[in-house]
């Protein structure tokens, strides 16, 4: 059965539609100039049309939520619950070429929120009342019982050992719980004294699953789409950095190439793969695995990657012995990056385009924030396509002398689970020499969790662990638009249009 966090990937739901539609309204304002107060506030009226209710008790009801929403696109902070607005704050705090978001860019909209029940084990309708009552022979703690010609659990006793689920003929009992609560793998989730959802910040590392599965679309993330289009209108220079993931995301028949020419066109003044940060780290990072292996005194050691920061801040929180095998490396967003800086002129502006939310948190750290002026999802770039009225399938395709020719093969593998160890290895193996490597890898954080107990334990020493937040790496990001099979055939084939096998050179602050 597919995790909490993939069952709602891949469709068109009512929830994903009017986050796009909310997105692509207001980039729209923006690029038509009709920056105003009262169209800022006429957005939720666009999203939920009349005044019937769609989704909710009634359409006011649908359009707060909206407007909530609205605050969050903007890069603001939410209302805290109860407290009243009646206008939205003045749009010229929000019309700058300046990042303004700030933490907790991850947050509960707790108007949207419908108090999911906590996680429990419940007997269903399918129960019969069969007379071999299995379940109540396998309950450990006596917790299963027969009450009115059923069974019937007592949740007080209940250890949640799903021993009942298992033997039921019926499969008449399952486990319940919240879907964001489920998806988080750093258990931040919980529930208020009113039973709403509730975000702990402090344990929160901002990878964003729970934005993609909660079925109410009650928790949301701050974006930088009103800043981007604002620097874009007011004629500063933006380069735009592409994470490797971006293969297919915007549709299957869209080359990388035609990708990077729409990029142009909505005026980027250059545009790069990030892939070619991620060449500069394999060389850094086989260089710290070469001297870890060679190292024959001390206590034995291993390298765990640096690229995903959801990842990093799991182990540094929930494993500090750990923390200093961690490489403190620079992402390969920051590494490519630091090239447009050296290279551009003062006062030119970096976006970086990609699956994540978590690097939102990353750029706002010093110190990133020098290097990555705004982040942007692949979901809020297909907004501000649609807004500016950019057909990728109309763009005419690349000639054979306008590939794109930024990185290594090996670079380009980074976003599929397993591709940043494979790449270190390898790179350490055929050019450093080094081998046999022991890796060690996981995706998703509950995974990482297990993966980091197991080192502390003592049952594996690796030389070299990989952590990555999102299933499957970051083609699983919680800001990508592609299917998963469908994203990791894509990288595969970028990957072998590669002009080179390894990374030559590694660039100089």
């Not at 009512?14 to 169209?39: C, H, N, S, Y």
């Not at 359009?63 to 003045?90: F, K, N, S, T």
């Not at 080359?255 to 780290?281: I, M, Y």
């Not at 920051?334 to 939310?357: N, Q």
Request: hydrophobic residues 40%.
């Amino acid at each position: 059965m597919p995790r909490i966090f993939e069952r709602l990937r891949g469709i068109f739901t009512p929830v994903t539609e009017i986050r796009r539609k909310l997105f692509t309204e207001l980039a729209r304002m923006v690029v038509e100039g009709r920056t105003t107060q009262d169209e800022l506030e006429a957005i939720p009226f666009k999203i939920i049309k009349d005044d019937k209710p769609h989704y909710r008790c009634c359409a006011f009801r649908e359009r707060a939520i909206v407007r909530e929403r609205l605050r969050m696109a903007c890069g603001l902070d939410l209302l805290d619950r109860g407290a009243h607005e009646l206008r939205l704050p003045d749009i010229h705090k929000i019309i700058t070429p300046e990042s303004i978001i700030s933490e907790p860019l991850v947050n509960v909209i707790k108007i949207g929120c419908e108090k999911c029940p906590e996680d429990s084990v419940v007997v269903t309708d399918l129960c019969r009342n069969c007379l071999a009552h299995p379940c109540v022979l396998v309950c450990p703690v006596n917790a299963v019982s027969i009450i009115d010609a059923r069974s019937t659990i007592n949740q007080e006793k209940c250890i949640k050992c799903l021993r009942c689920t298992n033997v039921c003929p019926y499969q008449a009992i399952t486990r319940r719980g919240r879907p964001c609560a489920q998806a988080c793998g750093v258990d931040a989730i919980y529930s208020d004294s009113d039973g709403f959802a509730e975000i702990d910040h402090d344990k929160c590392v901002d990878c964003g699953l729970c934005t993609v599965s909660c079925p109410f679309g009650a928790i949301a993330d701050k974006t930088e789409i009103v800043q981007v289009l604002t620097a874009l209108e007011q004629k500063i220079e933006v380069n735009a950095i592409v994470a490797p993931s971006f293969v297919s995301q915007f549709g299957r028949k869209v080359s990388p190439e035609v990708v990077f020419k729409a990029l142009h066109q909505v005026g980027f003044h250059d545009v790069r793969e990030v892939a070619l940060g991620a060449d500069v780290d394999i060389i850094i990072e086989a260089g710290k695995l070469a001297g870890i292996i060679k190292k024959e005194d001390g206590e034995r050691s291993f390298l765990g990657t640096s690229c995903c920061p959801s990842w990093v801040l799991t182990a540094k929180n929930h494993f500090p012995e750990l923390e200093r095998n961690i490489s403190e490396s620079y992402t390969p967003m920051v590494e490519t990056a630091r090239v447009f800086k050296e290279e551009r002129p003062a006062g030119s502006k970096v976006v970086f385009i990609g699956p994540c939310i978590a690097k939102k948190h990353e750029s706002l750290q010093a110190p990133m924030e020098d290097f990555v002026d705004f982040v942007l999802t692949f979901e809020e770039m297909a907004a501000i396509f649609v807004a500016m009225g950019i057909d990728l399938m109309e763009i005419e395709p690349a000639s054979p002398g306008q590939t794109i020719n930024d990185a290594s093969e090996l670079g380009r593998g980074f976003p599929v689970a397993g591709g940043v160890s494979d790449a270190i290895s390898v790179y350490a193996e055929r050019v450093l020499g080094i081998k046999p490597v022991e890796i060690a890898k996981a995706d998703t954080l509950r995974e990482c969790r297990k993966l980091l107990s197991s080192i502390k334990g003592g049952t594996i020493q690796p030389d070299l662990v990989e952590g990555m937040a999102c299933p499957d790496g970051c083609i699983g990001g919680p800001g990508t638009l592609a299917p998963l099979k469908t994203a990791h055939r894509a990288v595969a084939a970028f990957r072998k249009e590669a002009s080179k096998d390894l990374p030559t050179r590694k660039m100089e602050p």
